[in-house]
Structure formats: structure tokens, C-alpha cells
């Protein structure tokens, strides 16, 4: 890896903000997707929460280009299921809805831990979601029609939630668990050997402060061995 590399990526982690991220709930486009984790990327959301219907199985899996290898998509059974989860982390909940109680975006404090769930498009979010959330907020408009694109909406308030938080001095130190932060340094530094051993079921190795890989001599073997080979050794141990 070299030392441009390594500096981008380090940067990267120490702007990560675990405390924030997005839930969303049914979405049926894969473009939608694509350009909510870019902006999450963008932003320093380490993780993308959704619940998928049984048909869209395909989206999950679906990565938006580059920006999808640094932010994971975590899947939910159910709505409730994803709110208990940001509730065990502490976070508020809150929900894009054109509502009598809803708020304008730019008034929530989100140096807060925060999530913002967002709806699919056809149907918006859901009365579960609603009935779940602390607060429903909206992008005010005043124009003919009364809704944004969601990621378009996702990114408005996301950027203001990045705003709020570079004020408050929350970007740049680490918050990440190691283990993530070894999982991307490993795979975005020496894309070649994560490949590898995904295919060969290794575990990943330590990476260094200089970005170096430090392994014992029994993984480089395996490394260097062939899938068969390696395999057939395995079987034997």
C-alpha cells in the first residue's frame, strides 16, 4: 500500500461517524441506493441500515460504485427489528413525513446520536416506522409538488447533520472499533490479498501503522498456495 493510500484511508476512518447513520425502510430503486451510501460515504456514515421486501433480495446485495466497498448495508427482518437495534445504541429516531407534527429538518440537533429513517418511493414510510419515531421532520417546500427524490431529501439532511457535527469538532478522531477499521485498511490497502482470502476462507491478517502486512509464515504459504492445494492441507489437518 503505499503512503498516499494509507493517508486517504486513515483519513477517512478518523471522520467516521458510528453514532449517525440512515434506516431505509422497503426502498425499490437500486439508483436510490446507490446515491444514498454515496452520500453517506460522503459524509462519514460507516453503516446503511434496511429492511427488504422478499423481491428485492437482489438490492441488498447491490454496492454503490466505490462508495459501497467503505459503507456496509446492514439488513433488518422488520422495522421494529432496526429500532430496537438504534435504541440499544442510543440514538433518536427520527422519520422524513409531510405531517401536522413534523418539524423542519434544520431544527434537530444532530450532534446527537441520530438515525433518519426514509421511506421507499411510491409509498413513503410506513405507519410502523411513524408510530416508532421520535420525531417526523421535512425538507420545507414551496412549490407545486410536496416531496424530493429520497436520496435527494437524504443528502439535504445529512449534509446538515454534517454541518452541525464539524461544528461541534466531531470529525476527525477515531470512533471506529478496530476491527473495522483493520477490515478496511486490509481490503481497500491490498485489494488483491482480501480477494484471496475470501476465496480461500483466511482470515485477515493484522495491517501495520506503515500499512504493512503483518502475517506468520503459515498464512503466506497458505496465500501462495493454490485453492486446491491449500484445501486438500486443510482437510489433513
Known amino acids: 500500500m503505499s503512503p498516499e493510500r494509507l493517508a486517504r484511508i486513515n483519513a477517512m476512518l478518523d471522520n467516521r461517524q458510528p453514532d449517525l447513520s440512515?434506516?431505509?425502510?422497503?426502498?425499490?430503486?437500486?439508483?436510490n441506493l446507490?446515491?444514498?451510501?454515496?452520500?453517506?460515504?460522503?459524509?462519514g456514515i460507516p453503516e446503511v441500515h434496511a429492511t427488504w421486501l422478499a423481491e428485492q433480495s437482489h438490492i441488498s446485495n447491490h454496492k454503490a460504485s466505490g462508495s459501497g466497498q467503505w459503507v456496509d448495508i446492514r439488513t433488518?427482518?422488520?422495522?421494529?427489528?432496526?429500532?430496537?437495534h438504534f435504541r440499544s445504541q442510543?440514538?433518536?429516531?427520527l422519520a422524513t413525513n409531510l405531517s401536522d407534527s413534523a418539524v423542519d429538518y434544520r431544527e434537530i440537533d444532530y450532534t446527537q446520536p441520530t438515525v433518519l429513517m426514509m421511506g421507499n418511493e411510491r409509498d413513503g414510510i410506513s405507519?410502523?416506522?411513524?408510530?416508532?419515531?421520535?420525531?417526523d421532520i421535512i425538507v420545507p417546500m414551496v412549490g407545486m409538488v410536496q416531496s424530493l427524490n429520497v436520496s435527494v431529501a437524504a443528502a439535504l439532511i445529512l449534509y446538515e447533520a454534517q454541518r452541525q457535527r464539524q461544528g461541534a469538532q466531531m470529525y476527525?478522531?477515531?470512533?471506529?472499533?478496530?476491527?473495522?477499521?483493520?477490515?478496511?485498511?486490509?481490503?481497500?490497502?491490498?485489494?488483491?490479498?482480501a480477494k484471496i482470502c475470501r476465496r480461500k476462507g483466511l482470515?485477515?491478517?493484522?495491517?501495520?501503522?506503515?500499512?504493512?502486512?503483518?502475517?506468520?509464515?503459515?498464512?503466506?504459504?497458505?496465500?501462495?498456495m493454490s485453492q486446491d492445494a491449500w484445501t486438500h492441507l486443510d482437510d489433513e489437518d
Open 22 to 31: 440512515v434506516y431505509l425502510e422497503y426502498m425499490h430503486k437500486p439508483h
Open 34 to 43: 446507490s446515491a444514498v451510501i454515496r452520500t453517506a460515504d460522503a459524509v
Open 203 to 224: 482470515p485477515y491478517p493484522r495491517v501495520d501503522e506503515l500499512g504493512q502486512i503483518q502475517a506468520p509464515d503459515a498464512w503466506w504459504q497458505k496465500i501462495q
Open 90 to 93: 442510543g440514538m433518536q429516531v
Open 127 to 135: 405507519q410502523e416506522a411513524l408510530g416508532l419515531a421520535d420525531q
Open 172 to 193: 476527525g478522531q477515531r470512533r471506529l472499533d478496530d476491527a473495522i477499521c483493520q477490515r478496511h485498511l486490509f481490503e481497500g490497502g491490498h485489494p488483491i490479498f
Open 76 to 84: 433488518h427482518k422488520t422495522t421494529t427489528e432496526a429500532v430496537s
